[in-house]
C-alpha cells in the first residue's frame, strides 16, 4: 500500500462484490474459463498503467519500496535483498475477511481455479487472487526497464491469510532461493510474516 | 487492487454482453450476495437502528450507516413503519480515487453502465456500482423483519464523486417524503434510502 495517503484503501464490499462476480462467472465459463479471465483482467491492468524507466537497479529497488513504482502501487513491498521482494500484506485480506465476516466461508471455487493455475502456469497460488497478483507482478515488471535492461518477475512463494503457504518444490525452489539470493530457512521466516516473497531480476 | 481491475472486467463484459448485459450481470450478482447473507430479526426499530450503528446487519457490509432517526416514515395511522438511512461515503468512491492514483482515468464503462441503468431500470445511478448495490438492499431487506414484518427498500438518492445528483422521484413519492429534505441530505450524504415494513399503508400528503 503506497504512503501517499491520497490512495486510500478500497471498500471492502467492492472486493466482495467482484468475488461474487467471479463465482457468477465461474458457474458460466467454468474454473478453466475464469482462470483465463483472472490472467486477462491483470494483463488489462497493468496494460493500462504507464510505463517506467530507471536509471539504475537501486535506483528502481528504492522506488518499489517507496511506492513510487507500479509494483507498489496496491501493496508495501520490502526489499530483502536486490533481487528478493518481499509483501507485508495481501491487498486481499481486508476483502477476504469482511467476506468471511459477512459472507461466509469463501466459495471452493476460488482454491479451484488456484489449483488448476498451478497446474497448468506455475505453482504459487492459494486462491483466485493470487492468479490476479503474479501474473499483474508479471505484466507490470515487463513494462518497467532498468538501463538497457527489461525486468522479469517470478513468484517465490505465497502464504494465504489463513496460513496455508504455496510453493515450488525441489530443484525448481532452489533455483529460485539462489537467484533471489536467500537460504530456505530465510524464506521460512519470510513467510511467517509476510504474505508473498518475489524475485525481480534484469532480462 | 481488485477493485481497480473491476473497471476493465467491466470494459471487457460490455464488449461481450453489452451494457444491458452488464446490468443484467450486476443485478444477479446482488441477488447472490443478498441470498447468502441469512436472516436477521430485530424485536423492533429501536433494536434495528441501534444494529445498524454498531454495524451488526447485513446493510452494513456496504461500510458506515448512519440511521436518521429524525426522519421517521409514519403510515396513514401514525404509527412509524420505517426511517430513513444515509451513507456519508459512496461505497465505490474509494474505487474512484483509487484508480484515478494507480491508472490515471476511469474506464468509460463505468459511465456506459450508468446510462444503461439510468436510461432504463432506475434513474438513480451516479456510477456502475449503483446498479449492483440497490438490488442488493432490496433483497437483504427482505430477508430482514422488525417486529415480524419484512422491510422493503427504497433508493432515495445519490450524490457521485464530482458533485452530481440523483433524486428519484418514483421512490420519494412511494414513501412520502419531501424531495427538498432528501436535497438538502444531499448535502451531507452520498447515497440515501429508506427502509419501510412491507405492505405498510403510507401517508398520501407530508
Given amino acids: 500500500m503506497p504512503s501517499d495517503a491520497r490512495m486510500q484503501d478500497s471498500n471492502p464490499f467492492v472486493e466482495i462484490a467482484t468475488h461474487l462476480f467471479f463465482e457468477d462467472l465461474a458457474g458460466k465459463v467454468g474454473v478453466a474459463g475464469l482462470n483465463n479471465y483472472l490472467v486477462s483482467l491483470a494483463k488489462n491492468l497493468a496494460a493500462a498503467m504507464p510505463r517506467e524507466e530507471y536509471a539504475s537497479w537501486s535506483e528502481f529497488v528504492g522506488a518499489v519500496r517507496d511506492s513510487q513504482s507500479i509494483l507498489s502501487t496496491f501493496e508495501e513491498v520490502r526489499p530483502v535483498t536486490e533481487r528478493c521482494m518481499s509483501t507485508l500484506r495481501s491487498p486481499f485480506e481486508r476483502g477476504w475477511r469482511e467476506y468471511a465476516k459477512r459472507v461466509g466461508s469463501f466459495a471452493p471455487v476460488h482454491r479451484e481455479v488456484a489449483e488448476y493455475y498451478n497446474h497448468k502456469v506455475q505453482p504459487t497460488a492459494v486462491t483466485s487472487v493470487h492468479i490476479v497478483l503474479h501474473t499483474f507482478r508479471q505484466a507490470a515488471a515487463a513494462r518497467i526497464r532498468v538501463g538497457d535492461d527489461a525486468v522479469r518477475y517470478e513468484p517465490v512463494a505465497a502464504a494465504w491469510v489463513d496460513g496455508t503457504v504455496q510453493l515450488p518444490e525441489g530443484p525448481k525452489l532452489e533455483s529460485l532461493l539462489k537467484r533471489a539470493g536467500i537460504t530456505r530457512t530465510k524464506l521460512g521466516m519470510l513467510l511467517r510474516n509476510h504474505s508473498d516473497v518475489w524475485l525481480l531480476e534484469p532480462v | ?196 415494513l412491507r405492505g405498510a399503508r403510507l401517508k398520501e400528503e407530508r
Avoid at chain 2, 22 to 51: C, H, I, P
Avoid at chain 2, 88 to 109: D, E, H, K, L, N
Avoid at chain 2, 150 to 178: D, H, M, Y
Wanted: proline share 2%; glycine share 6%.
Fill in chain 2, 1 to 196: 487492487m481488485i477493485d481497480v481491475a473491476l473497471a476493465s472486467l467491466i470494459e471487457d463484459m460490455i464488449e461481450k454482453a453489452g451494457a444491458e448485459g452488464v446490468v443484467e450481470f450486476w443485478q444477479r450478482v446482488g441477488d447472490n450476495l443478498a441470498g447468502r447473507m441469512g436472516k436477521e430479526a430485530y424485536l423492533g426499530w429501536t433494536s434495528f437502528n441501534v444494529a445498524v450503528r454498531e454495524a451488526r446487519t447485513a446493510f452494513s457490509i456496504e461500510g458506515e450507516v448512519t440511521p436518521l432517526t429524525d426522519m421517521a416514515i409514519t403510515d396513514v395511522d401514525g404509527d412509524v413503519v420505517g426511517y430513513l438511512y444515509a451513507m456519508r461515503q459512496c461505497c465505490y468512491i474509494p474505487t474512484i480515487f483509487r484508480t484515478r492514483f494507480a491508472v490515471g482515468r476511469m474506464s468509460p464503462a463505468d459511465q456506459a453502465v450508468t446510462e444503461e441503468y439510468n436510461e432504463n431500470v432506475h434513474n438513480i445511478a451516479v456510477c456502475n456500482f449503483c446498479v449492483f448495490h440497490e438490488r442488493f438492499r432490496e433483497e437483504i431487506a427482505k430477508n430482514v423483519t422488525v417486529a415480524g414484518n419484512p422491510l422493503a427498500c427504497f433508493l432515495l438518492a445519490t450524490r457521485g464523486w464530482s458533485g452530481e445528483t440523483k433524486i428519484s422521484s418514483k421512490n420519494v413519492v412511494q414513501v412520502n417524503i419531501n424531495e427538498d429534505h432528501v436535497r438538502a441530505l444531499l448535502r451531507n450524504y452520498e447515497c440515501v434510502y429508506a427502509l419501510v
